[in-house]
């Protein structure tokens, strides 16, 4: 069995299109061959959490510029 990598590998848009056309008619299935098992496993894992920590660190980022720049006077 090919990994989506394998399968779309040199293809051009129009035919990646038809693929995804595949996938949501239901006629084939992307399979993740080693999902994570438990939550942990899920945050350490950056392929499916890296939007949770990019979010994280832009928030954190956004409050510690907020509160920085009360204490400096203008």
Known sequence: MKTVEEFIRGRKLKELVELY???REGKLVVED???PKDYYE???RLDYSMWLWSGV???TLT???ILLSSLTPV
Do not use: E, G, M
């Open 42 to 44: 899920y945050l350490t």
């Open 57 to 59: 660190s832009l928030t």
């Open 33 to 35: 061959p080693t999902p």
């Open 63 to 65: 409050i510690a510029s």
């Open 21 to 23: 056309k595949l996938v």
